[in-house]
Every structure is written in structure tokens, then in C-alpha cells.
């Protein structure tokens, strides 16, 4: 599959359409998290995805964490197929992107603490102890990158 990765403001309505459909169908009503996903971080985020027949099967969004623009954060990430390695080519795909895209030193994430060894592989390190979100357990992690673009 090939990624799809654009700014915002060059999303189509119809992507915009579906990256949230996607979002609600896995944090809403399959992880029964209750919380306001529109939260105005996707503006000035990178969306990464892959669709299909139309239908976004993968996301994730980055965006910078401070205002000095060397620490992007990843999230949102989800897939809707499992177990066929769409995570993985959403992750290595992304991180490419990012890094094309993004000038920054450092990747973060507040991963859920099941799926840490999933993001090990790709070089992330957990950096924190446990903590809740939305009464999901998560640990923070960080990847260290070079990076060479910037995203306006």
C-alpha cells in the first residue's frame, strides 16, 4: 500500500471524512474511549494513511509538541485490519514521512502499554513509568531522529 500524507488544509473533504469515521470506529466504539477527538490538533498536523475502496484502513497524525519544532508527536494511531502487517507498513511508511517532512530531533508517543514492543521495533524507547488515558493504561516513548524538512 502506498501512504498517503498530507497537511490538512490539503485533505479532501471526503478524507477528512473518513480519517474520522476510522477514529470513531476504533477509540469510540471499539475501545469504548469517551473523549473529544476533534481537538484542533489536526490543523497543524501531518496526516498519514492508507485507503482503500475509498475507506481510510490505517491512520496516524503527527504534529509538533512545542513551539521550538523539534519534538513531533504521533497519534491517533489505528488500523482496521489486524494482522496482515498493515501496522508495520503504516509505522515505517509514516516515520519516512515524518522525517521527510517534518524537521525534528525526537519522535514521541504515549503508546498503549500492550502495543509497546510493536513500536521497539521500529527503535522507540519507553521512557516513562505507567500511566492512565482515557482509563487506558499507556507509557510514553521516543525515538531519536534527524530530520530535514519543515511542515508549515
Request: aromatic fraction near 10%.
Amino acid at each position: 500500500m502506498n501512504l498517503i500524507s498530507k497537511k490538512f488544509n490539503e485533505l479532501s473533504a471526503a478524507e477528512i471524512y473518513e480519517i474520522l469515521k476510522a477514529r470513531a470506529e476504533i477509540f469510540v466504539i471499539e475501545q469504548n474511549i469517551h473523549y473529544q477527538d476533534m481537538d484542533n490538533i489536526d490543523y497543524s498536523s501531518l496526516h498519514c494513511f492508507f485507503m482503500e475502496d475509498h475507506k481510510v484502513t490505517a491512520y496516524l497524525r503527527a504534529f509538533y509538541q512545542d513551539d521550538a519544532k523539534d519534538i513531533v508527536k504521533i497519534g491517533r494511531v489505528l488500523t482496521l485490519k489486524h494482522g496482515n502487517g498493515t501496522g508495520k507498513n503504516l509505522m515505517e511508511q509514516s516515520l519516512k514521512a515524518i522525517q521527510e517532512k517534518m524537521n525534528c530531533k525526537k519522535i514521541c508517543m504515549d503508546a498503549q502499554k500492550y502495543a509497546a514492543g510493536f513500536y521497539e521495533k521500529f527503535g522507540f524507547k519507553v521512557v516513562s513509568n505507567d500511566f492512565l488515558e482515557e482509563g487506558i493504561v499507556h507509557v510514553a516513548m521516543e525515538l531519536e531522529v534527524c530530520g530535514t524538512a519543515d511542515i508549515q
